[in-house]
């Protein structure tokens, strides 16, 4: 990403793993995925989210953890 983001979404994760690959396809898909900053938050799930996170996060580097 090269100019400020226009928008930053939060995306909060507890619980919820089975879902995780499902919604970052959606995230992708999103029209102003390159305009956007995408915050993810793992909030001490016992699934471990963050570990599923990670390798999009290091693909995207407008995605952070």
Same mark, same amino acid.
């Given at each position: 990403m090269t100019a400020s983001p226009r928008i930053s979404v939060l995306i909060s994760c507890y619980n919820n793993a089975r /879902?995780? @690959?499902?919604?970052? @396809?959606e995230i992708r898909a999103?029209?102003? /995925?390159d305009r956007a900053e995408f915050l993810f938050i793992e909030t001490a799930?016992?699934?471990h989210e963050r570990e599923l996170f990670a390798p999009f996060c290091r693909e995207h580097p407008n995605c952070r953890l």
């Amino acid at each position: 990403m090269t100019a400020s983001p226009r928008i930053s979404v939060l995306i909060s994760c507890y619980n919820n793993a089975r /879902f995780v @690959a499902k919604k970052l @396809a959606e995230i992708r898909a999103q029209t102003w /995925f390159d305009r956007a900053e995408f915050l993810f938050i793992e909030t001490a799930s016992p699934e471990h989210e963050r570990e599923l996170f990670a390798p999009f996060c290091r693909e995207h580097p407008n995605c952070r953890l």
